[in-house]
């Protein structure tokens, strides 16, 4: 089915640590993965995007891992800030209508 | 800010009432897809537009239904509405054929009591 699941609900780490946040997801043609941060009070702000001809993209402080062998999608951030405080969504797009299947999230909280 | 503009912010209604959101999608965008996200949970897709036809749907209820206009606004209508109604709805939108990143508006806080 179309589903994309967290292993863990909250990550609490301490400031300047590097964080991980995993995810799991079931449709093996999905072909398109991005991850989410979203702030309260506010909309989903896009970080980072793969596609599954690729296993690791880099961006500014962070890094998307693409393990299509296991249906594993994580988030590396590194050298975590307190502005990195919020809940992290992974995506996927499971068909060619190219709509977006949201996992349930991950709290993020970094700890001064 | 992301270029998605959503209105209202908040919206307070009793059950049984109707209600329409609103969203005016980034410039030059042609798709605009439509998300609700209850208490501590993820988004759940509702429904997507694109150039003003309808290309995907997802969980949505009967009582919902949507739109997108000529100048690529859309509108999410919410009828009947029962507490459970109550969640945040987003809209987003994409301008790329294929495979890219939706841009979300800050969404539109449905209360239903």
């Known amino acids: 089915g179309e589903s994309v699941g967290l292993h863990l609900p909250t990550l609490s780490v301490q400031e300047g640590d590097n964080s991980i946040i995993n995810c799991a997801y079931s449709n093996s043609a999905s072909d398109y993965f991005i991850w989410y941060k979203q702030e309260s009070g506010k909309g989903p702000q896009f970080i980072i995007d793969?596609?599954?001809?690729?296993d690791k993209r880099q961006g500014q402080r962070v890094t998307v891992l693409l393990n299509k062998t296991v249906k594993h999608l994580s988030l590396q951030i590194a050298a975590t800030q307190p502005g990195d405080s919020a809940v992290y969504f992974c995506?996927?797009?499971?068909?060619?209508?190219?709509?977006?299947?949201f996992g349930s999230g991950t709290r993020l909280l970094v700890r001064p | 800010d992301s270029g998605v503009t959503q209105t209202p912010k908040h919206l307070i209604t009793a059950t049984g009432q109707r209600v329409t959101l609103r969203c005016s999608p980034r410039s030059g965008d042609l798709s605009v897809y439509w998300y609700q996200q209850s208490l501590d949970q993820g988004l759940q897709f509702l429904i997507q537009?694109?150039?003003?036809?309808?290309?995907a749907k997802g969980n949505i209820l009967e009582r919902f239904s949507a739109q997108q206009f000529p100048d690529l606004h859309s509108e999410l209508n919410l009828s009947s509405l029962e507490l459970g109604d109550s969640a945040l709805y987003f809209c987003a939108s994409s301008g790329q054929v294929g495979n890219s990143p939706l841009h979300f508006g800050n969404g539109t806080r449905l209360t239903v009591t």
């Open positions: 793969i596609r599954s001809n690729m």
């Open positions: 537009y694109y150039n003003g036809e309808e290309r």
């Open positions: 995506a996927e797009t499971p068909d060619s209508s190219y709509k977006l299947i």
